[in-house]
T-cell receptor
Framework: GQNIDQPTEMTATEGAIVQINCTYQ??????LFWYQQHAGEAPTFLSY??LDGLEEKGRFSSFLSRSKGYSYLLLKELQMKDSASYLC????????????WGAGTKLIIKP | SQTIHQWPATLVQPVGSPLSLECTVE??????LYWYRQAAGRGLQLLFY??????ISSEVPQNLSASRPQDRQFILSSKKLLLSDSGFYLC??????????FGPGTRLTVL
């Protein structure tokens, strides 16, 4: 089946930089999403990459390599409010209507 | 702009009781609509999706059902809740770019 893998948990220090990786199977690839989910809240959209390269949005950037089946979310100048789970997702190969979700990476920010 | 509403925000129900969760979307027409469940500390599990009025696709066999009586209304139901139905229920709609936008969620506890 179509799998998306990301680390379960990461820890970083306030003010630092952290990179959260996501790997996926490349067959039929059609873009990759990143979402942020604070504890007890719904996921919110962060980015959508279709082409290779880095896309920057303020402190958050997302990178995609389609040939390697690899993406990462880069968070700079970490703030305590960045403590959250980060989910990557890709459109399903089998359906135009579904996203396949990774299990999420819980990011813990320490002072 | 589009908004998505879910209610109630929290719900505590006894085992064997019925369930009805409602989701409505504003600001868009004929959206693809989704119900997800998220267990504590876990990823998103797709339960149902709908691409139009009266059309429901079920992803996971269980004691839940869904209905779409109107274009922008999506309802999740159960006749008899199980303990395993506890979780965070999220409704989402999908844009033309495959982005999914989530409602605030309903936290269901079955006792």
């Amino acid at each position: 089946g179509q799998n998306i893998d990301q680390p379960t948990e990461m820890t970083a220090t306030e003010g630092a930089i952290v990179q959260i990786n996501c790997t996926y199977q490349t067959s039929g690839f059609n873009g990759l999403f990143w979402y942020q989910q604070h504890a007890g809240e719904a996921p919110t959209f962060l980015s959508y990459n279709v082409l290779d390269g880095l896309e920057e949005k303020g402190r958050f950037s997302s990178f995609l390599s389609r040939s390697k089946g690899y993406s990462y979310l880069l968070l700079k100048e970490l703030q305590m409010k960045d403590s959250a789970s980060y989910l990557c997702a890709a459109p399903s190969w089998d359906s135009n209507y579904q996203l396949i979700w990774g299990a999420g990476t819980k990011l813990i920010i320490k002072p | 702009s589009q908004t998505i509403h879910q209610w109630p925000a929290t719900l505590v129900q006894p085992v064997g009781s019925p369930l009805s969760l409602e989701c409505t979307v504003e600001g868009t027409s004929n959206p693809n609509l989704y119900w997800y469940r998220q267990a504590a500390g876990r990823g998103l599990q797709l339960l149902f999706y709908s691409v139009g009025i009266g059309q429901i696709s079920s992803e996971v066999p269980q004691n839940l059902s869904a209905s779409r009586p109107q274009d922008r209304q999506f309802i999740l139901s159960s006749k008899k809740l199980l303990l395993s139905d506890s979780g965070f229920y999220l409704c989402a709609w999908q844009s033309g770019y495959n982005e999914q936008f989530f409602g605030p969620g309903t936290r269901l506890t079955v006792l």
